[in-house]
């Protein structure tokens, strides 16, 4: 009884527009709740990136802390504790390292 009272065709005038606007009003939700703050991170994290420079002490996505030696053009080169240097993308960090230490002590 239930499937057949969902497939029966609305019986007011003017289903179109309150259809339309229904739809219309869940786009612009998901606009300001979902896509518009996930675009606006994204941009700020790639401002930060690229104003990093050689002495910033940072930390990869993969959780390795140190601090940068020399800057490339898509690369960085992190020097880590024990003098070991390493080649990371700049689309593999994560953030400021005294940032996440700051994190780790509250």
């Known amino acids: 009884m239930l499937t057949s009272t969902l497939l029966m065709a609305p ?27 996930q675009a606006k991170k ?5 401002k930060y990136r ?13 959780g390795i802390h140190g601090k940068i030696v020399e ?6 080169t992190i020097e880590v504790e024990d003098g070991s240097r390493l080649r990371v993308e700049k689309t593999a960090i994560a953030g400021d390292a005294a940032d996440q230490l700051g994190n780790q002590q509250k």
Do not use: C, H, N
């Open 11 to 37: 019986t007011e005038g003017g289903g179109g527009y309150s259809s339309f606007i229904l739809l219309a009003l869940l786009m612009v939700v998901f606009y300001f709740f979902f896509i518009r703050p």
């Open 42 to 46: 994204a941009k700020e994290t790639r």
């Open 50 to 62: 690229e104003a990093l420079k050689k002495g910033d002490k940072i930390v990869t996505i993969g």
């Open 71 to 76: 800057v490339q053009d898509t690369t960085f």
